[in-house]
């Protein structure tokens, strides 16, 4: 079981480590602008991936998303 953590931390390290790697190429002049253009690119993604994994009737009608506290609350630390 231990070996699974350290795989992921490292895994996580290397990760994490190249997020901005990309941002690298462009002159970004306002620091305040590239994390909301990225922080609306995670929200998008996010929203796909709810819309794709939910459980949709034979009428397309929905109960809802399942919103996780821990979801929400990791997202308000992340930004």
Do not use: H
Not at 18 to 26: C, E, G, N
């Amino acid at each position: 079981m231990q070996a699974a953590g350290f795989v992921a931390v490292l895994a996580s390290a290397l990760l994490y480590g190249s997020y901005f790697v990309p941002a690298k190429k462009y002159d970004i002049r306002d620091g305040l602008v590239f994390q909301w253009y990225q922080c609306s690119g995670i929200m998008l993604a996010g929203l796909v991936c709810a819309a794709v994994r939910n459980v949709w009737s034979d009428d397309f009608r929905s109960s809802g998303f399942y919103v996780a506290p821990e979801g929400l609350i990791s997202g308000f630390l992340f930004v």
